[in-house]
């Protein structure tokens, strides 16, 4: 018989975090078919927002600190893996995946998905807490590729609000996330293009940001929020390399349009191809000597744009198409 009283309280190495995709926004479908999350932390916090009582008293005391809102957000940090984050872009990108196979998927300014997000914690004795957020919506992604490293991400979200409870949601299942490997910036980066520069650099990290700009929508008589609205769609990022030549100096300094394009993945059939067909160099392009004993290094920043090239334009600013060979 186990031995109990050994815990002091729940873990967090043994949290789960699941999710399941709402048909109309902030309701939990029946019997919801619930997919466990692969991630390395996550911050998601309801919050209460409060107005505290501006009456005068004689006694000098607070008369009230009223509740007056509540919202739900946070982010959710990730190492990459083939397919654990799929219906998680399709968030981001207010857009499906499609085209042959159902295995493309570009930015775009649809409906939206959005979802449910369940954190299950296991208690000392035996039974486990669920804190649940509802109405979530990915609101950006960050991603980093670092030459020697795993590589990382994080998703912020944002929604509604949510609830607790000591019991699964009746009919509830849960579905074990993918358990492809974990990808790597060494061995599972490839296909590297930069359109619009003379010779291909060679490339230290990659930074990928995209944001939905999204605000939370309030109204008179709701104490949560009642919706979300979208801004613009923004790609944003850094490409660091090594000065072996003046090509990225010299398209840098031309304000020449650039394509980005790269393959991430661990196996054939298994890899993500990540486009920013119309990348604009922005910033300061460093290529500076900052000390003894360094590499001499360019850094360039870019901002993605709807997509001007010629031939086929995806007629959008980003496209990631998976299952690639």
Do not use: C
Not at 188 to 209: C, D, K, M, Y
Not at 266 to 290: I, L, W
Not at 291 to 314: A, H, Y
């Amino acid at each position: 018989m186990p031995t109990t009283g050994i815990r002091a309280g729940a873990n967090s190495s043994d949290t789960r975090l699941a999710i399941v995709k709402e048909t109309a926004w902030a309701v939990v479908p029946a019997n919801p078919a619930f997919q466990a999350l692969r991630f390395t932390s996550e911050n998601l916090q309801p919050a209460k927002e409060t107005t505290r009582s501006g009456e005068i008293r004689p006694d000098r005391n607070v008369v009230d600190e009223i509740l007056t809102g509540r919202s739900v957000a946070g982010p959710i940090g990730f190492e990459l893996s083939y397919g654990a984050l799929d219906m998680l872009l399709e968030s981001l990108f207010f857009s499906e995946w499609g085209g042959t196979g159902s295995n493309t998927i570009k930015n775009g300014a649809g409906l939206g998905q959005s979802f449910t997000a369940e954190r299950t914690l296991r208690l000392p004795g035996g039974t486990s807490h669920y804190t649940r957020f509802n109405g979530l919506v990915v609101n950006s992604l960050s991603l980093d590729i670092t030459a020697g490293a795993l590589v990382t991400g994080s998703m912020d979200v944002m929604g509604k609000f949510g609830g607790a409870g000591t019991t699964a949601i009746a009919g509830a299942t849960y579905a074990d996330a993918p358990q492809n490997r974990v990808i790597n910036a060494a061995t599972h980066f490839a296909g590297l293009t930069i359109a619009g520069v003379a010779e291909a650099p060679i490339v230290r990290s990659i930074s990928l940001n995209i944001t939905n700009n999204l605000r939370a929508q309030r109204a008179v008589g709701d104490l949560d929020n009642i919706g979300m609205g979208l801004g613009q769609f923004e790609v944003t990022g850094s490409v660091e390399a090594y000065f072996k030549s003046g090509s990225l100096l010299d398209a840098f300094l031309a304000h020449t349009d650039l394509g980005l394009q790269f393959a991430l993945g661990t196996e054939a059939g298994k890899k993500y191809q990540f486009s920013v067909p119309t990348a604009v160099p922005t910033g300061s392009p460093g290529g500076n000597a900052n000390g003894n004993d360094d590499d001499m290094m360019q850094t360039f920043d870019f901002t993605g744009v709807l997509d001007r090239t010629s031939g086929t334009p995806i007629g959008a600013t980003i496209q990631i198409v998976r299952g690639v060979s």
